[in-house]
């Protein structure tokens, strides 16, 4: 399916955000190229039952985030772009900053320079003027801040729905194909459709 997308998952809460995409991906038969962050095993283990491996056998190819000599810190590799779900706010202050300590960082570095999109899935909540301020740098760079924010025009009637969703919107920037939830077709047109989610009161 033409080139790959890189993946990167970050120690945010919300690693299902990266490990449901990988596994959507997997089934488009998009090829996927993964950095796994240090932290991001650890809240694997925290709020999902994968394992580092089950997350690492999703992805076509897997790289160390120590290796800043990988194919993907390098602009000569070509990709159709980057997304990191979930990104914490340690990742996107070092992407607004250009300071490339790790793969994760440098790969991004690279899709910006390149004029690539680079999807960041921030997970952060409240948030204060040090952080709108990353954002907007990052943004200034080409850069698309895409927080995980639910929506329930489409009536979710799981968490999955929603996930896919958010997962949905991302993938839209990079122009992968999906129909991973039901879209916005104008309120004259809505289709009829099972009762929406309950909220408890």
Sequence with gaps: MG???VVAITGATGVIYGVEMLRVLKDLGQETHLILSEAAGMNLAIET??????VKALASVVYNNKDVGAAVASGSF????????????KTLSAIANSFTY??????ADVTLKERRPLVLMVRETPLHKGHLELMVRVADCGGVILPPMPAFYHKPESIMD??????????????????LFQRWSGHERKEARKEPLRVAT
């Design 162 to 179: 929603l996930i896919h969703q958010s997962i949905g919107k991302a993938l839209d920037q990079v122009k992968v194909e999906h129909d």
């Design 102 to 107: 790790n793969l994760v960082v440098r790969a």
């Design 3 to 5: 080139l790959p997308l």
């Design 49 to 54: 039952d994968y394992s580092i491996d089950d």
């Design 78 to 89: 070509r990709t159709c772009g980057m997304i990191v779900a979930p990104c914490t706010i």
